[in-house]
Structures are given as structure tokens and as C-alpha cells.
């Protein structure tokens, strides 16, 4: 190699090590390049996309792309998943998942995805409580009440969910097993059309997300008995929680978080995970939460990755005691 095409091909190299150095600062800098696609695995309308819609519009705002819902409903969340867990790893395609991405491992005989190799966490978005509730027609004013109604009608009751091992399901098993009580679970594709079926009366209760439920329940077309919180909600003050009424430690909900595809770019990782706590931080944002019975969280995608695998290994356990197993 001649002398000039040495110092040319030195000057490429440095060029290029230089290059390397700055991209995770460019990328973030240009980053998002185009409309950003936001999976939600759960119907339109449901306690998921309320939340997630809310996100995608105030993350628009303060990212200057569009941020578009996509709704891919189906196996407890498993195809939204499977979805995204293939798609481009570059922060353009978002999954807004909830805990049935903990639940679906120990739940499903085989996945199509892997939610830790095949993921990576960016944060922690909210928690939704669970509500106990009822058609208006059952003759209960109370948990005790309902308890005993139940007890005395074995066989005779159906209790709603939003999927098969979904959170709303497994919550409702809990409560059925522990306090003895006969009943038929029918599960529904989201919270929306079970909700419905309850408020017509074709099944009687079930545990779902206060805001899938709220209207239901302020129109008088279900009956709110208790909530799942450690300590009652300042939207329903007279609602006790299940904790103080019949299942003493009792406590569960149905949190959400933001997940992209394993291998996308760290300085992405970061810049989304600051988008999405400034959009959880702003005063409107909490506000509308608020309005939906819906805590704000967040975190870094650290404390989210160790959150994920706490409750991977929470759920095992609790699915082994349903004895509940999925296709």
C-alpha cells in the first residue's frame, strides 16, 4: 500500500471511530425519525388502551412525531407481543403491555416470544386498581353479603374477565377459592365486552379495573362492592378494600409499563424512558390518570427490568396454585 492510500485509509478509520463515538448522542438527537406505532394487545376502549391513549398523545406532544395506537388483541397479550418482540429494534415500534406479560409464561404451553431475551424494558407507566363488582340484580350490598349469596347458590354464579389468566381472572379466582364459593368463570376478549355481559346481567361479577368500571358503576349498571388497594381509593372513600372486609394482606392491580424490541439502541432506551416520566410527571397528565382511577409510576429501565422478573417469579407461583394452564 502506497503512502497516500495509507493516510487515506487512516483517515477513513479515524472518521469512523469518531463516528461510532458520537452516535448514541446523534441518534438520540434525530430520534424519532418518523411516526412511532404504539402496540396495545387489548381491545380498543378496554382499561389498557384508556391509559396508553393518553401516553401516546402527550408523548406526540413532547416528541414531535405522531405516536399511533394500534390495537392487536389476543392470547392474554401474547400476539401484540409477539408483534413487537419482532419488529424493527429501533424505538419506532412500542409495546404498552400490563402484568399478563408476567403471566403469560407460567399460563401458555408454549410462547412465541421470550419476554426477557426478546424485550427490552423501558418503563413502568401505571397501576390500575381492581374493583369487585356486581350486576345490580344480585341481592348483595356488601362482600359479606355477596359471599354469603354466593355460598348458598353453589354452581349458579358466573364471574367475568378480560382473558384467560389475565390478571382480572386470576384476582377473581383468588378471591372465589378463598372464600369457597362455587362459581363459572367465562373469559372475554378484554374488559370492554365483559363488562357489558355484566351490566346485562349474562354473568354476575367480576374483579376488573376500576377504570374499565367506573362508568358502569356511577350509572348504577353494577354494584362496586370493594376494591383491591392496600388502603381505600380517595374516588370511592366508602368502598372498603378486600384487604379489610374478608381477605386480610389481600392486595393486587393491574400495572402497565412500555417495552421495545431486544437490541434496540440504549440511547433510545433513554430517551423514551425520559419522555415517558416527563409525561407522567406533567400536572395534566396525573390529572386524567387521576380522573381514571389510575396511579402514575414510573422508573428507569433498570428498576422495570428487575420489576418484570420479580413478577415473573411471583406469578409462577400463583398460576401452579390455579392449576390454570393455555394453549
Known amino acids: 500500500m502506497n503512502p497516500i492510500h495509507r493516510r487515506a485509509c487512516l483517515a477513513l478509520a479515524a472518521c469512523g471511530a469518531l463516528a461510532a463515538l458520537a452516535a448514541p448522542g446523534a441518534l438520540a438527537q434525530t430520534y424519532p425519525a418518523k411516526p412511532i406505532t404504539m402496540v396495545v394487545p387489548f381491545p380498543p376502549g378496554g382499561p389498557t388502551d384508556m391509559v396508553a391513549r393518553l401516553l401516546a398523545q402527550k408523548l406526540s406532544e413532547q416528541m414531535g412525531q405522531p405516536v399511533v395506537v394500534d390495537n392487536k388483541p389476543g392470547a392474554n397479550g401474547n400476539i401484540g407481543g409477539a408483534l413487537v418482540s419482532k419488529a424493527a429494534a429501533d424505538g419506532h415500534t412500542l409495546l404498552y403491555n400490563t402484568s399478563s406479560i408476567t403471566l403469560s409464561p407460567a399460563l401458555y404451553k408454549s410462547m412465541q416470544y421470550d419476554v426477557?431475551?426478546?424485550?427490552?424494558?423501558?418503563?413502568?407507566?401505571?397501576?390500575?386498581p381492581l374493583a369487585?363488582?356486581?350486576?345490580?340484580?344480585?341481592?348483595?350490598?356488601?362482600v359479606q353479603d355477596f359471599v354469603a349469596y354466593a355460598k348458598a347458590n353453589p354452581g349458579k354464579l358466573s364471574y367475568g374477565s378480560a382473558g384467560n389468566g389475565n390478571v382480572t381472572h386470576l384476582a377473581a379466582y383468588q378471591f372465589?377459592?378463598?372464600?369457597?364459593?362455587?362459581?363459572?368463570?367465562?373469559?372475554?376478549?378484554?374488559?370492554?365486552?365483559?363488562?357489558?355481559?355484566?351490566?346485562?346481567?349474562q354473568i354476575q361479577f367480576m374483579t376488573d379495573t376500576i377504570n374499565s368500571v367506573m362508568a358502569f358503576v356511577k350509572d348504577r349498571r353494577m354494584k362496586l362492592l370493594a376494591v383491591t388497594t392496600a388502603k381505600r381509593m380517595s374516588l370511592f372513600p366508602e368502598v372498603p378494600t378486600l384487604a379489610e372486609t374478608v381477605m386480610p394482606?389481600?392486595?393486587?392491580?393491574?400495572?402497565?409499563?412500555?417495552?421495545?424490541p431486544a437490541g434496540t439502541p440504549a440511547a433510545v432506551v433513554q430517551r423514551l424512558n425520559a419522555e415517558v416520566n416527563k409525561a407522567l410527571q406533567s400536572a395534566d397528565m396525573r390529572d386524567k390518570l387521576a380522573v381514571q382511577g389510575a396511579e402514575p409510576l414510573g422508573s428507569t429501565p433498570e428498576e422495570y427490568g428487575a420489576y418484570v422478573r420479580k413478577e415473573l417469579a411471583r406469578w409462577a407461583t400463583v398460576v401452579k396454585a390455579t392449576?390454570?394452564?393455555?394453549e
Open 176 to 201: 372465589v377459592r378463598a372464600q369457597g364459593i362455587e362459581a363459572t368463570h367465562v373469559p372475554y376478549r378484554g374488559s370492554a365486552p365483559a363488562d357489558v355481559d355484566l351490566a346485562a346481567g
Open 249 to 260: 394482606g389481600f392486595e393486587a392491580g393491574a400495572w402497565q409499563g412500555l417495552m421495545v
Open 132 to 142: 369487585l363488582v356486581v350486576n345490580p340484580a344480585v341481592p348483595a350490598n356488601s
Open 116 to 128: 426477557l431475551r426478546d424485550l427490552a424494558p423501558v418503563a413502568l407507566t401505571a397501576v390500575v
Open 323 to 326: 392449576g390454570v394452564t393455555l
